[in-house]
């Protein structure tokens, strides 16, 4: 450890000592997702199960509730629920990263845990330079870097970063998020068969390619997986336009299906379809487990995006990570399920069946809180038009007859709605996991995600439910 990795770390651990009260005063502080001690956290990096061990690495701002030089912070975990804050993983404490350690990820290799992320650099006139950086660890807690694996290809800008890497076959790829000198956005892939030199063997996908037009000017957090026999390109292009419901958020997050050609290093592929319906959604990252599940955790923020409005701001940290989901293909369509793990939080169940609803606001008994999850099931749903509201501060929508499904909430700013729709068909269950301020909620088995920060009242627990017709629902509720 360098002189300045130590001083890093010491005035990092110093800032958590320093506002921890204040941060766990907060009561939107969540109970059961990934948030950072202090700071500012965004996305999550090296996600990986090594010796058995989750470890879920992330983008972390101890010094401030903005963006800056980052460090990567650091949980680990059993089973994807409980999980265990460990010492920092990464200061950017050397040359090629002394503007921060920006994301990246993780591979087992030849013993090791390997990280490999983009050392970020700016001169005086705020100039980038970007590296790619390996290093690694025996025990999965201490890192030694190897320094710079791979420097800025010509073909593209400064703005290349977030590596992901993955093996097939006897080789190691790597694909990292970039922009050309047209600033289109593209990933560029790389080959190895050591882990420390690579090959450029082109762009897979982006704007301007023989399969898209214009795709935005950025591509960030690129990650390329085998699903049920068919490869899966998880990327967060920036620049994109506002289409009807499509592309609300300032940056998006989601994917292509198709099939890649190792030889060629192209991936043939369908549309481009979002990841998540809702408000804070960003930079996803996916690892194959044990059990041979595909999982992904997200970042549940976007940049750029009113990060200054956010009220845990004034209690020094902002923030967090979504939970974990099991992905599985439905066709060209990415199902998103919470992992079966996530039972573990459940306390004290309260359930109905055939609970009728006829046009007027209600509550349920027992339907109630700050955090739980909530199961509905509907049945012989008659009524144009369906409403739950939680807390006062977020409101789920259904308009039968446009098959439309919309999440309000209160804006952070002044206390106006605003709202996230999609098209859904028939509406035939939710499922709801709801933070103290927080809210995931899965569509249908998963076949739509909404994904949201809301903060309301802490003595507001209320949930309501109303119709304006006949509807029968089924309703399971656990607290959290």
């Known amino acids: 450890m360098s002189q300045r990795d130590n001083q890093l770390r010491q005035e990092a651990y110093a800032e958590i000592e320093k506002f921890r009260d204040q941060v766990e005063a907060d009561p939107h502080r969540l109970r059961f ?106 025990d999965g807690i201490h890192f030694e870097k190897q320094g710079v694996v791979l420097e800025l290809p010509e073909e593209y800008t400064a703005h290349f970063r977030d590596p992901k890497v993955w093996k097939h076959g006897e080789y190691w790829y790597m694909v990292v998020g970039t922009q050309n000198h047209d600033l289109q956005g593209r990933v560029a892939l790389f080959r190895s068969s050591d882990l420390s030199d690579w090959e450029h063997m082109g762009v897979v996908t982006g704007a301007h390619t023989d399969q898209l037009d214009d795709f935005g ?52 592929h369908g549309s481009f379809k979002e990841l998540d319906q809702g408000f804070e959604f960003y930079a996803p990252q996916t690892t194959l487990d044990d059990q041979g599940r595909r999982i992904l955790v997200g970042w549940m923020g976007v940049p750029d995006q009113d990060e200054e409005h956010h009220p845990t701001i004034k209690h020094k940290w902002i923030h967090t990570l979504t939970l974990p989901r099991e992905l599985t293909l439905d066709g060209d369509k990415l199902i998103q399920k919470p992992i079966v793990e996530l039972e573990k939080l459940r306390k004290e169940e ?5 609970v009728e609803l006829n046009g007027v606001e209600t509550t349920i008994e027992g339907i109630e809180g700050d955090a739980f999850e909530l199961q509905l099931g509907f049945e012989h ?100």
């Open 217 to 268: 000017f950025m591509w960030e957090c690129p990650d390329l997986f085998e699903l049920e026999d068919k490869h899966v390109l998880v990327v967060s292009p920036q620049g994109l336009e506002v289409q009807g419901n499509h592309y609300q958020n300032v940056y998006q997050s989601g994917y292509f299906v198709g099939d890649m050609n190792y030889e060629t290093g192209k991936l043939e």
């Open 350 to 354: 309260i359930s109905y069946e055939r």
């Open 33 to 138: 997702h990934i948030q950072p001690p202090v700071g500012l956290l965004n996305d999550p990096n090296g996600f990986v199960q090594y010796n058995g061990t989750y470890h879920m690495f992330y983008q972390w701002m101890p010094f401030k509730t903005g963006h800056g030089a980052k460090f990567w912070g650091h949980y680990t975990s059993d089973d994807l629920v409980n999980w265990q804050a460990e010492p920092i993983a990464l200061t950017p404490s050397e040359w090629f990263e002394k503007n921060g350690c920006y994301s990246g990820s993780a591979v087992e290799a030849n013993g090791l845990m390997n990280l490999f992320y983009t050392g970020n650099v700016k001169d005086e006139e705020g100039k980038r330079e970007s590296y790619q950086v390996l290093a690694t660890s025996e």
């Open 381 to 480: 749903n008659k009524a144009d038009v369906f409403e739950l509201t939680l807390r006062n501060n977020a409101r789920v929508v259904y308009h039968k007859p446009s098959g439309e499904l919309t999440l309000e909430r209160k804006r952070f700013e002044d206390r106006r709605m605003e709202s996230r729709t999609c098209k859904i068909g028939e509406l035939e269950d939710l499922l709801l996991f709801v933070d103290t301020s927080s809210v995931e909620m899965f569509v249908n088995g998963g076949e739509e995600v909404f994904t949201a920060r809301y903060y309301p009242e802490q003595e507001n627990r209320s949930v309501y439910f109303a119709s304006s017709g006949e509807l029968t629902l089924n309703v399971s509720h656990w607290k959290l």
